[in-house]
């Protein structure tokens, strides 16, 4: 497998006198990976995240994305358009009257002429369910539809990865629900992602998933193995799902051992089985 | 304080295009010392709802009563800033809303506003900011050198200072981390308790919603559709999906399991809770078996 992003060695900070925010960061993501990165406020997430395509640069260390340095400034066109990057509030991504007009726009810039333009329109827009939504204005949508929309605008650049910076956390459960689903679809079609994330929910759509703290990884793990240690996640005073918290307190009395079962249905199907089975 | 809308409509932007009717003939009681929490799905009204409670907007038709305060299309200005003396309220990302030089000089905006004793004010400061675990070193620091959590707790702590009666609580928590999260919540339901007051929490999270509330009031299209105790609306969870909603991961898992034939009662059980009906109906079936 070769590796679409190399984070090697990273340090940075925003000002000279602060701590570093990434401190000797390095991170390797194969090609079609799904990374969820889980951390406290303030470990440097969305830090990390910025450094993918470019929005900052390290002090010292080298990224590399999709085959180019992103240090290039020659080559960070390439690299924005093989990394995309979703943020947290929906409000303010868009730049265009219509969503048709703001997914175009980013389509003009990359130089894509009209008709291949229009082709790519249609069929970003099928594939995050929104071709209805064309005509409209962005802030008319729902959360869920906006976040849906500025995907759409990245996707028609046909990028190779995805960064998502918390972007469900305004969201309600529907659209959360929505965007979830777009994004399985995205990763399906082969697109890495990097998923920054709260809840621990998402996190377990991941194939791995990263901790952070003080700007540094201090776990890095497959999500079997990651949630194989729900003390690791409690000591950080963070909850863990409710089915997997159950299922923590269930081993204790000897019922059910074995693994910890990342899918909740799965699991309340072992569950309910279990009178039958004595 | 008890808060009670009387037929209450709002409309935005009457006579424009854009005109919206935001509320549509809402009649709601909030009793007196509960912590509520309200859901619904984006554009339901929530919002809206909220700001009626301390006057920011006054109602279209209708009234709102606040303790015996009553508010209506044509409340004057003075009247409505006593209600809002009464009512804390903590909009989403109140971080947004920080723009002193200094930590101190934030916290003081609501009670000087409100038109508080200063000096008393700010003798009360060393204990809020330690209530929401930040200490009064950082008075004099600039808010925009916090981190985003800590000027969330700043903000909060602001709100305390002004001892609201009504605290109104507008996704408080969205966006930090799940250990400053619940550490956020506990605290406020902790305040709600120990001062007596009446609490209104927005939310998106029915877990959220399921721990902290005494009473669910779930609006769709600008009206209450479904209230009242955490298990008794979320045993409609048909009515909820429907509604785009979700019930908490206890409610789904206790459903599953009485489909299967165990019996689960219709409360939300904690996760430790409910693994000890099943150990207690297993060692049954062991012992008739
Ligand atoms: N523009 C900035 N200037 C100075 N410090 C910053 C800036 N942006 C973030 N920081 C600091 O860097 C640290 C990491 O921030 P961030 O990467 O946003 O964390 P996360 O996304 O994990 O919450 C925090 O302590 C934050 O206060
Ligand atoms: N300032 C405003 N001007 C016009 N319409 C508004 C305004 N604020 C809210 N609305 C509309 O009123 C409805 C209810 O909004 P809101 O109370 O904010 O809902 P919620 O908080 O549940 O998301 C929505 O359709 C929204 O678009
Ligand atoms: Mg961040
Ligand atoms: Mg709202």
């Known amino acids: 497998m070769q590796p679409i992003i190399i984070c090697d060695q990273l340090f940075f900070r925003y000002q000279e006198e602060q701590e570093w925010i990434l401190h000797n960061f390095s991170l390797q993501v194969n090609k079609g990976d799904w990374i969820a990165v889980l951390g406290t406020n303030g470990s440097g997430k969305s830090t990390f995240a910025r450094m993918l395509n470019g929005l900052l640069q390290p002090e010292s260390g080298t990224v590399t994305v999709a085959g180019y340095e992103v240090a290039d400034e020659e080559k960070i066109w390439n690299v924005r358009q093989k990394a995309g990057m979703v943020f947290q509030n929906p409000d303010h991504q868009f730049v265009a009257a219509t969503v048709q007009d703001d997914i175009a726009f980013g389509l003009e810039n990359a130089g894509i002429e009209r008709r291949e333009m229009l082709q790519r329109i249609d069929e970003v827009s099928k594939r995050v369910g929104i071709e209805d939504l064309l005509t409209a204005e962005p802030h008319r949508l729902s959360g869920g539809q906006k976040q849906r929309a500025a995907i759409a605008g990245i996707i028609a650049l046909r990028p190779d990865i995805m960064i998502f910076d918390e972007v469900t956390s305004m969201l309600d459960p529907k659209g959360r629900a929505e965007v979830m689903e777009t994004m399985k679809d995205l990763n399906r079609a082969g697109i890495s992602m990097i998923m920054i994330t709260h809840d621990l929910e998402e996190a377990l759509m991941a194939d791995r998933v990263i901790f952070m703290e003080k700007g540094k990884t201090i776990r890095d793990r497959t999500v079997h193995d990651f949630f194989q240690d729900p003390d690791f996640l409690k000591t950080r005073n963070f909850t863990l799902p409710y089915f997997l918290e159950m299922q923590v307190a269930l081993k204790k009395h000897g019922v059910l051992l074995g693994n910890l079962s990342l899918s909740e249905s799965e699991w309340v199907d072992r569950l309910c089985a279990l009178p039958s089975e004595m | 304080m008890r808060i009670t809308f009387r037929d209450v409509s709002y409309t935005y932007m009457i006579g424009s295009p854009f005109e919206k009717k935001a509320l549509d003939a809402v009649n709601l009681t909030l009793s007196s010392q509960t912590f509520t929490g309200v859901v619904g799905s984006t554009g339901s009204g929530k919002s809206t709802l909220m700001q009626l409670i301390n006057g920011l907007l006054l109602p279209t038709t209708g009234q709102v009563q606040n303790g015996d305060f009553i508010l209506h299309r044509k409340s004057k200005r003075k009247y409505v800033k006593q209600v809002r003396r009464q009512v804390g309220m903590v909009f989403q990302y109140p971080e947004h809303q920080l723009f002193g030089s200094t930590v101190e000089e934030d916290m003081l905006f609501g009670p000087k506003h409100l038109g508080l004793d200063i000096e008393k004010s700010r003798q009360r400061f060393p204990d809020l900011l330690e209530l929401v675990g930040l200490g009064e070193e950082i008075l004099p620091y600039s808010p925009f050198s916090l981190s985003g959590g800590q000027m969330r707790r700043v903000a909060i702590a602001g709100v305390l200072a002004t001892h609201p009666k009504v605290l109104i609580l507008d996704e408080p928590a969205a966006g930090l981390d799940p250990a400053g999260h619940r550490a956020l919540l ?64 206890s409610v789904r898992v206790s459903r599953a399991m009485q489909a299967a034939g165990w019996e689960v009662a219709d409360t939300l059980l904690e996760p430790e809770a409910l693994a000890g009906v099943v150990i207690d109906q297993l060692s049954t079936v062991r012992k008739e078996g």
């Open chain 2, 186 to 249: 506990d605290l406020l339901r902790d305040w709600h308790d120990q001062h007596g007051l009446t609490t209104v929490l927005v939310t998106h999270d029915m877990e959220d919603a399921a721990r902290y509330a005494d009473e669910i009031v779930v609006m769709d299209e600008g009206k209450p559709v479904i209230s009242g105790a955490p298990t008794d609306v979320f045993r409609q969870a048909d009515q909820l999906a429907g509604l785009g909603l979700d019930v908490p991961a």
